[in-house]
């Protein structure tokens, strides 16, 4: 297994990177909602916690319909957590969440990192898909590249 970078900056090469925003752009063309990637350096003991504070930095919550998902990483901590607005989590139990961490986390034991997101997004953009459909008059309300800090 290759060894990574503790570092957000240099975790993903520059094809994983483009692999990632790539999937988060061909989710959201099939949905109206958001989907967002955050690398940062550590996420503490209540990873879901700093991810939804992430959630709420990035300006998540203020979406229209409230359909913003969040996939966030902790990259020297070894953590991460999904965090889905209102709107989705109407849609996505527990289980469903579960099941898409489970299938990431294989691909990261993997070395696979960027294969578990794109994974995690595209399974994501399906449940989105089908209960937030693309709108005639849809924008896309926040930047779909990876947020690196």
Request: net charge negative.
């Amino acid at each position: 297994m290759t060894t990574r970078s503790e570092s957000p900056k240099s975790f993903l090469s520059p094809e994983e990177k483009h692999l990632i925003e790539e999937a988060v752009r061909a989710a959201e063309n099939a949905t109206s909602a958001e989907i967002r990637v955050v690398f940062a350096r550590k996420l503490g003991e209540n990873a879901l916690a700093d991810a939804e504070q992430w959630f709420v930095r990035l300006g998540m919550e203020k979406t229209r319909e409230r359909n913003g998902v969040l996939i966030c990483l902790g990259v020297a901590s070894k953590r991460f957590a999904i965090v889905g607005d209102e709107g989705i989590d109407r849609y996505m139990t527990d289980a469903g969440w579960q099941t898409v961490r489970d299938a990431m986390v294989d691909e990261f034991k993997a070395d696979r990192f960027a294969e578990g997101i794109a994974y995690g997004v595209a399974e994501v953009g399906r449940v989105l898909s089908e209960h937030f459909p693309p709108r005639e008059d849809d924008i896309n309300e926040l930047p779909d590249e990876i947020v690196i800090e």
